[in-house]
């Protein structure tokens, strides 16, 4: 269905009132094939809502986060994780 939807011109950024993208929706939904989808079709991994948290923070399982955490570590290898660096930075404390 996801593929359908990109097909035909689906917004992968989309933003609903709360500024939640369909990433953030699927990680929190534990839809891991859905989020690999999303992110195949350049959906924002570090789009950031209301409360300013990313698709990582909102996945509420292991293999959500997981799979999350390793796309970010594929966009940017040298900062995830850490707390310095002008890249992406991920707190790790809540995931492990």
Known sequence: MCELLMRYGA???GRDADQWTPLHTAAACRHVDICDCLLNHNADILATNVDG???YDIADDDDTSKFLLDEMKLRDEDTVGSESGAGISVN???HE
């Open 92 to 94: 790790l404390m809540n």
């Open 11 to 13: 917004d992968v950024n």
């Open 53 to 55: 948290s990313i698709p």
